[in-house]
């Protein structure tokens, strides 16, 4: 392949990668808002829930010691003996219910038909069953739960998950392309006027430097640009982190 052929064929490839990275980059973007927005309300998912569930979450705080998490297990297998609770919470919350997980399998049988709620709340200072919540249920107290199925598979089931994983891995090969793009462009010889002598061209790692820096003394279209470059590239090995997981 000689050096025009060459320097067109890398023309035309930038100009396909841009291409892709410009269309998909917006493609992604509505689930990317999606997720950076519902994954903010998750860190905060206890507290929410709180809000959004008061009736059940939230307890009067007594002047007496909470009971032990292994009494309050006793109390609500006894009270949903038809259930089966393997899992315990590990600590107890001044003003805040203690939640019980009904599980999915009872022993090694799945349990049938499937359980009319999954949660059990019980007063953690005198052991009285507050209630259950069925977290499929539309409800105002299902905030939070909503908010966590459409973080992780857009309230769509196993369809909602092959989305997301597609919108993952077209992310991953973004990131690839995106380095690329960073690259200084190739340029062709016969672009150097014939009068003017031949200048010996700048290492590909001295060109490459500037899209690592942002110019302040420019105009907004090219701050902008540079500040998606620089970002990019800064950020690109935890970019592609979480594209990956």
Known sequence: MTSL???SFASNLRRICLWIHRYTGLVMAAFLLMAGITGALLAFHDELD???????????????????????????????????FSTMPVAIEPNRAVVFTVDKYKGDVKVEPAPLFQEVYINPYTADIIGARDKDEWAWRNTMWKVFWLHRELLLGDIGKLVLGIIALVWTINCFIGFYLTF??????????????????????????????????????????????????????????????
């Open 184 to 245: 200084p462009r190739a340029v062709k010889k016969n672009q150097v006027p014939p009068q003017y002598p031949a200048k010996k061209r700048a290492s590909l790692l001295k060109r490459w430097l500037p899209a690592w820096k942002i110019r302040t003394k420019t105009n907004t279209f090219k701050l902008n640009y540079d500040a998606h470059h620089a970002f990019g590239l800064w950020l690109w090995l935890m970019l592609f982190v979480i594209a990956w997981s």
């Open 5 to 7: 052929s060459f320097t």
């Open 50 to 84: 709180a809000v959004f569930n008061p009736r059940l979450a939230v307890v009067e705080k007594a002047q007496t010691p909470p009971l032990s998490i292994a009494t309050l297990h006793d109390k609500v297998i006894s009270h949903y003996p038809e259930y089966s």
